[in-house]
């Protein structure tokens, strides 16, 4: 095994195959900022050419500004027939102005005779081309032979010739790619043992799909077996039932295999990242993820609990910091308080002394979430509700009432966009103020109302954007009936914050939020009280 | 490899440990019958003396009358320093009367002493006595030896003793537990190699748990290596990250290994089987799951759609149908004119000869989805948008306006729950309705109007639920002006079809798609048109 071995992350362009996974470009563009924090060796960010967003993508990729991470355009080799330099699809390749450039390629007979139509020996001949040209222009070449293990079973000599071009043109990489996700590690291991023989020059690398269910154990087969390059995505997205997850395999191989894939500081961010990514997927975390799940180290009580007490070690397999997740302990009030301590900590305030105040503010956290609350993105709210249990919040304005109308697009004249309107009324020292606005939605129209009636007595509320939005229905299974969750972040240009609202009413539950956004900061503002969290420190 | 390999399902038992899930006795009762109809080896059902419910399961175990299964009991080994006949849980165990006893037994020194505090030796007694007991009393004993992978790691001659000690007591099955879940296939195959020279005699099985994600791998590598009994749980389910899973090991062994551990009519049940069960744990079941997930054979890509329409063995690891699950094809921009021709096909259109409409198709629907719409959660609404372009979208009604007010709980009387108000007029025939109804939310008001001022024309809408409701907020970077998307599942009891919406104002969004779940229900009850898929096709 080498100790040096790519961590190329696919998330952008193969995990967006995945059923439900729609990513725009700011969502692309946020993404690759964090696999970059993640520090994964590549990131191939889409087909330019073939995806008007991904050819966007590339556009704009400047402004991310990489630190770690060196970005890949994936594409095609030219078509049959054509010589290389007309093909508009590698010429959008070059355009696309990555310093890599991945091509996937058939090596399976079956599938250039009957997909591509073509002959093998002209299949050969447009890998081959298609390497010469991308490299004499620049570029390093990677090339993903499609369906390897397939032809591998079928026509061996093939996939090994599709190898062995590869190299001879100049391939710095050839992944072999289980493309049906139908191996299992005994079959990998014996494959690229094969290619070892027969082209031992070659950079291997592996592309599992999970199939099987062992996309993370072949990816680690072909390492063991010298494959020094493994493809993934993160939270293991992509059609079907998935590409191999490339954090568990990186973990994998580090942590169990010694190898040192990703750096140290990364890896205990592993947890962090890979939740920020589903939020932008918004595809809800699954808990039971390996290392990176909320209940990868959580332990019910029962034959576990006493040994746990004795020693963590007993029952982890690894120390779930080096991950930066956390162990828990389920249907134990313990843990809750333990973690309300740390959290007051990490906000300011000094808890440790006070065991009644723990255990109400335990409570009341249990009871919130037992209705639809979170606050591990909502530390602002969870703040205010520290300050509550304090008698510390302090009161700004009363609401007195609120109301929105939301009329059909169908009546609106002139092209007129607004199609919310929203009435808000607050008391401040004894003052009543009234005000109604216009927006495009009933959110919109009653964060401008309620700025609105404010202004007069906290001007300082002009700064406070909102950033972003995100709404989630828990209990899905009862149609409308459901309880929808909304997180708003917003910003004073300095400082972001996160709160969360629950309501049956969409509107209501982003109300609550709304509310608990400004209110934080005023209280944040006031001099008694400690300032908002940096920007960054809720990415 | 052997021809039979035990398969031994503990998702009543260990799979019960995961967060979240809780099953009554009914619960475990229906699972255990749908276990039986897929035809695993054995049912473990609980631990009995030591958890009320599972005591009650086994008293009541003879209404099961399984057919192909049998039950074990699982326990612990006696106490230190007790006499394995005076030992009250053993006594439990032989009360609950099933032909199996698994007992679990350390096999970690660490362990024995630390968390047992008792010595190496005794422990040795334990197990010896008590496998001794059970088979006097009739019993087949099976052997969980707890932590034996990482006590074969770090003390290998204990780890062993454990596996002859047991073995010479008579215990008919040595199931070898990875119980922190740490291994990785290749440690295992070196383990499970290293017992079978060590005592030769052994059945030996495998326990995995997936934290390293390889719970699956780890369980064919240890059949590979001569394991002849594999345990898991269906789904997966179990503490932590989840216990290997039993029916993708299980198909594994028999459609890539060709072992034959379930007969061909209950793989054929697979599919159904796992969803079933999932509706009894309440644990949505996962669509990425290995062979028996809603989108395990689902296609979006257009490189492979373009394939699949020559040959759809080109881009499957195996015929969906051996699992009881279906191929299906997604639309989305990534989708060219052979997705849609295919998905055309899917829903009952015969595209195939028009390629200016499948033109005009492709260029609507990546219009759209460049607005945020997404087809592939959505064939009702992909079939209204084909229906439209082949010029035979059915017209109901005209919607001639609506409006909805939310009011703040705050105003609310008498603890009145209903906050949000909507009036809907439509015309049918020249004639206009128009109904107000209130509801928790604008929405849930909106879908009331809706129904109330159709119902007239169209009492069949009577029969339509919506059954999910799914918000995502689009390019979430714009604050409240981001646009949102929502996705509506209706179903009528015997068919299910989903919508989608786009607007800025998620109120509107959810109107445009009940107005899609409707119109398409009644476009599809219409004689001259296909009936709506059938349940499960969107499962």
Not at 92 to 112: C, D, F, I
Not at 172 to 197: F, H, I, Q, W
Not at 397 to 408: G, H, Q, S
């Amino acid at each position: 095994m080498s100790n040096s071995v790519h961590v190329y992350d696919t998330t952008l362009r193969d995990g967006a195959q995945q059923e439900g996974l729609n990513l725009s470009i700011a969502d692309k563009m946020t993404i690759a900022g964090l696999l970059d924090e993640l520090a994964v060796d590549f990131i191939e960010g889409g087909w330019p050419g073939a995806i008007p967003k991904d050819t966007e993508f590339f556009a704009r990729a400047n402004e991310l500004e990489l630190a770690h991470s060196t970005l890949a355009a994936f594409g095609s080799t030219r078509k049959p027939g054509v010589a290389v330099e007309d093909d508009e699809q590698v010429a959008a390749l070059l355009a696309a102005g990555t310093p890599v450039v991945t091509l996937v390629a058939k090596s399976h007979v079956g599938h250039v005779e009957r997909a591509l139509r073509t002959t093998p020996s002209e299949n050969l001949a447009m890998i081959t081309d298609t390497i010469r040209y991308l490299s004499a222009n620049g570029r390093r070449v990677f090339l993903d032979a499609e369906h390897f293990f397939d032809s591998f079973a079928t026509s061996r000599t093939y996939a090994l010739d599709v190898v062995a071009a590869a190299d001879e043109a100049g391939a710095e990489v050839v992944a072999l790619c289980d493309t049906n996700g139908g191996m299992l590690p005994s079959r990998v291991r014996e494959a690229v043992d094969a290619v070892k023989l027969a082209v031992p020059g070659a950079r291997l690398g592996m592309h599992a799909h999970n199939d099987t269910g062992c996309a993370v154990a072949n990816s680690i087969a072909a390492v063991e077996a010298g494959a020094t390059h493994v493809q993934g995505t993160i939270n293991g997205y992509g059609e079907r039932t998935g590409n191999a997850d490339v954090l568990t395999v990186a973990l994998n191989l580090d942590l169990k295999l010694g190898l040192g894939t990703l750096p140290e500081h990364s890896r205990a961010e592993a947890s962090r990242i890979a939740h920020a990514i589903s939020e932008h997927t918004n595809i809800p975390a699954g808990a039971r993820q390996p290392y990176v799940g909320s209940s990868a180290f959580a332990h019910k009580a029962g034959l576990h609990a006493s040994a746990i007490r004795v020693d963590p070690d007993l029952y982890q397999h690894i120390d779930p910091r080096a991950v930066g997740n956390d162990m828990r302990m389920l249907i134990s009030d313990m843990a809750g308080r333990a973690s309300i301590e740390l959290k007051g900590k990490e906000l300011g305030f000094d808890l440790a002394g006070d065991a009644e105040l723990l255990g109400r503010v335990a409570t009341r956290v249990k009871e919130l979430e037992s209705r639809g609350y979170t606050f591990d993105a909502a530390d602002a709210s969870f703040e205010l509700l520290l300050r509550e249990e304090l008698g510390g919040r302090p009161h700004f304005f009363d609401v007195v009432n609120w109301r929105t109308i939301i009329l059909a697009a169908e009546t609106s004249v002139d092209g007129e966009v607004d199609t919310a309107e929203a009435t808000v009324k607050v008391r401040i020292d004894g003052k009543k103020t009234i005000a109604t606005c216009e927006g495009n939605g009933p959110v919109n129209a009653l964060d401008k109302a309620l700025r609105q009636v404010l202004e007069g007595a906290y001007p300082q509320l002009a700064a406070v954007n909102l950033v972003d939005y995100k709404v989630r229905i828990l209990d899905s299974a009862s149609g409308t009936d459901a309880v929808t969750r909304v997180l708003i972040e917003s910003t004073d240009g300095a400082a972001s914050w996160t709160t969360v609202g629950v309501a049956a009413n969409v509107v209501e539950a982003s109300w609550v939020a709304l509310l608990d956004s400004l209110v934080y900061y005023l209280a944040a503002r006031s001099d008694a009280v400690p300032a908002p969290v940096p920007v960054g420190a809720h990415a």
